[in-house]
């Protein structure tokens, strides 16, 4: 064992804010606070360094589909450490675990996708996408062919290109981006931008938006549209189920590529194998990470279908771009552990069939609570809109653009501190307070859960009738 085991949380602590610059922190704020240390996990359980047991609704950070300590994982990963810990696949070499996730995800993946390419996280996937979508013009001789639209409050990672590709603009406004030749269209969020119009005459209009801006900037210009199936960061924004196939139908007009992003939506978390299919959308490429590993170990990558894989690999010559970890074989080894226990347990159709109606029921019933304007789920992703007046469903403030990680915003971060006291992670994202448990979540548990999730609201009602939010 190589970490101390006795230190006290605020040993843990103190050390953690002297060295420790965490992801999308004020670091200073948090210095004050002090973080959370999780020290373990089992199943949907977390545990942290004060011994609180903690129900995990949101699997990590959306990523622990088969739950926390399952052996064949931690199996895969030991067995291929002492067999082969690394080698990499650049100088026409490849490792077989590589090699056989490749096949597998072929066969899980919609049937356009017999390629991949390995990444190591989804940003890296993303900037993977930019570099292939371009290329993918390149080689077919319109290389004025590079604009990829992406979407307000849309998130694709972290890096240059994945930031840029998003549509946060708290994220935009630091570091000069967007990078030159990404264009952004509204997303389509019904219950912030639908006016009067039906959820479906609205999913047509806000694809509209795309067709309005391939025409604004020339179709010729046009390489690709990406968007998660559903907007997972953004705060389970679910489309209206119009909005996908008239997405489809204008890039196929004109002939501009899809592209899927699924790290969250992959693997079984919206009641399919992946997103695109619970929307029906035909993408040419998708983004892939998280829940390809359950989050045991890091892995992304974009899967590449038949149009764009003819072309890179029978026209193209050298592809000039690759990761050290592409294709790491430990994180390969995972992979195929985790996609053969998803199939084993059966966990896509369970989710299709019986947790997911399961959870959506629930949520329904929470409609009758006061600070309830709207509950919605698609298979295991759930989002709660907080309403200061359920008469004219008046939201707490208007998320409207892209507040995901705008801590600013009260109502929801009052929530989640309940939850944090209570013993649940659940995320706000606004005015949203929003859930993605393990696929492995019994109905047990999804009523445990929801008795937490209605304390907590009950919790924040009374505040906010204490101090005069509503
Ligand atoms: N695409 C999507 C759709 C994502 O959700 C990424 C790409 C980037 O993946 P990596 O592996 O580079 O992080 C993501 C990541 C949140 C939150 O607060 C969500 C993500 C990451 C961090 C925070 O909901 N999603």
Redesign the pocket.
Known sequence: MTITKNRSTADWQAADAKHFLHP?TDFQSLAKKGSRIITKAENIYLTDSDGQRILDAMSG??CVNVGYGQQALIDAATRQLKELPFYNAFFQTATPPAIELAELLAEVTPPQFRHVFFSG????G?DTVVRMVRRYWDILGQPQRSVIIGRRNG????TMA?ASLGGMSAMHAQGGLPIPGIEHIEQPYWAALGGDMSREQFGLAAARWLEEKILALGPDRVAAFIG?PVQ??GGVIIPPASYWPEVQRICDKYGVLVVS?E??CGFGRTGRWFGCETVGSKPDLM?F??GVTSGYIPL?GVMVGDRVAEVLIERGGEFEHGYTYSGHPVACAVALANIRLIQELKLVERVHDDVGPYLAKAFESLKDHPLIGDAETCGLMGALLLVKDKGDGRPFNQPGGMQ?FDESVSIGMVCRGHCFREGLIM?AVGNRMIIAPPLVITRAQIDEMMALIRRCLDLTLADARREGWM
């Open positions: 999308f950070l959306w996280s989804g940003s890296e993303n998130y694709h990672g972290s994945g998660e997972g960061a992003d790290v969250i983004t990470a998280k992304g995901a995320r």
